[in-house]
């Protein structure tokens, strides 16, 4: 039984590291995939934990142990692991094998649905949006100073806690139609117990975003950055839309994520195709993304879709250019993120596999459910606008909640 916490006076996300390693309970969820695949299993007493996301011999461990269990039956569907990687390259991983009965399972196990909106007693913003603005004109001024400096993206959490536990099945259920099958839709274990919980919390979540995946010797990627929010006008939502494929700020934005991209898997590939940046949409957002594919020159384990993961994490849709200065920039003004914004997939003993960006998504234990979104800050970059724009990423997981954002502002202590 999960213990519920109440609220702590101070920001959640200064209380997400150091990283404990977990005692996994059996029995929680490992769900991964679109609405018309999912993988989906439960945990046992295995998995794979490492203190470092980017340790390339955890990746190999996994693939090596993926192999041994799939050699005796190989005409079986491949041993398959699902888990995430931190945000930070040094912070934890966890991965889970996925029972062979459920492996097989290629049409999804219906999700459940959720009756009726989910009871709010409580919600917190962190930090509120006065913070937020604060932390994002803190970025600009580093941004317009520095001498390399481009790009950060700058988060916040909505902290909800609900008057009976939630089940992250259920907030599937209602994602998948919410979302229109849009998304990459995920709950498996964080790789890390927030301080006050008792046990691990699920990273639960929809991203529009994939981060890699791969299929043989064809490798994919859609990354995004340059965002606005829908409206339900018709006629404004198309505006907006061709306002953002028109914006030079965003066009920038997001020339840096995808450039990131090509640039790390162009060495690895006999030809890379760059198509975009093109509009797509979720259910509160337009996005500008760049469809990336190419076939790998040499597809070798040590190149399975985890290690691609790992090799990408974190693009700068989510930390920003360059790298190291955008995590030092995130670690102070924002505070430690876990598993949220990381990346969240599976791999197989071939080395195929698909990962997400963890976005539009949440850690939920028991009563709790802390969502995040953040926005690409960049010198050009208006407070308010990249304020808007973390709200309406917000209400993808609300609608989930069957909350709208009214609802929850209501409720805002
Ligand atoms: C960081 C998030 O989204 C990312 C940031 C985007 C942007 O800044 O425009 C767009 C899509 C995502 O790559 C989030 O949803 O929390």
Redesign the pocket.
């Known amino acids: 039984m999960t213990a519920t916490v109440p609220f702590a006076t101070e920001p959640f996300a200064e209380r997400l590291e150091p990283a404990v390693q977990p005692a996994i309970p059996p029995g929680m969820p490992l769900v991964f995939g679109s609405t018309d695949r999912l993988l989906q299993g439960r945990t046992t007493d295995r998995h794979w934990w490492s203190a470092r996301s980017n340790d390339t011999a955890y990746a190999d461990r996994i693939i090596a142990d993926l192999q041994a269990e799939s050699r005796p039956d190989p005409g079986a569907s491949p041993a398959t692991a699902i888990g995430t990687l931190s945000f930070r390259p040094d912070a934890p991983a966890l991965f889970f094998p996925l029972a062979a009965a459920d492996r097989a399972q290629s049409v999804p196990a219906r999700l459940p649905m959720r009756r009726s909106p989910v009871q709010l007693l409580g919600a917190r913003e962190l930090p509120d949006p006065g913070g937020y603005l604060e932390n994002v004109n803190q970025a600009i001024a580093r941004l317009r100073g520095g001498q390399n400096a481009a790009k950060v993206?700058l988060?916040r959490w909505l902290d909800l806690e609900t008057a009976t536990p939630l089940d992250p099945l259920a907030v599937l259920g209602s994602l998948a139609t919410t979302s229109r099958g849009a998304v990459r839709l995920f709950a498996v274990p964080a790789p890390a117990v927030p301080e006050g919980d008792s046990e691990p919390a699920i990273l639960l979540g929809a991203?529009?975003?994939l981060l890699v995946s791969r299929r043989g010797r064809l490798v994919r990627s859609t990354?995004?950055?340059?965002?606005v929010p829908r409206s339900s006008d018709p006629a404004t939502d198309a505006l907006r839309a061709h306002a953002l494929l028109d914006s030079v700020k965003?066009g920038d934005?997001?020339r840096y994520?995808a450039d990131a991209v090509a640039a790390a898997l162009r060495p690895l590939c006999d030809g890379l195709v760059v198509d975009g940046p093109k509009l797509m949409r979720t259910d509160t957002?337009w996005?500008?993304a760049t469809e990336i594919h190419g076939r790998l020159s040499d597809p070798n384990l040590d190149l399975s879709a985890l290690h691609l993961a790992q090799l990408l994490q974190p693009?700068p849709?989510?930390g920003g250019t360059p790298t190291d200065w955008a995590l030092d920039v995130i670690a102070e003004l924002e505070g430690a993120r876990s598993c949220?914004?990381g990346a969240v997939g599976w791999v197989d003993a071939a080395g195929d596999g698909s990962y997400a960006?963890g976005?539009?998504?949440g850690l939920l234990s028991g009563r709790r459910l802390r969502l995040?979104?953040?926005?690409?800050?960049v010198a050009a970059s208006d407070p308010e606008s990249?304020l808007m724009?973390?709200e309406a990423?917000l209400a993808?997981m609300l609608g989930g909640l069957g909350l709208s954002t009214a609802a929850v502002k209501g409720m805002i202590r």
């Open positions: 993206v988060g991203s529009p975003e990354p995004m950055a340059g965002s965003d934005e997001h994520v957002v996005h500008l693009t849709a989510v949220v914004a960006v976005i539009r998504s995040f979104a953040g926005a690409g800050i990249e724009e973390t990423k993808t």
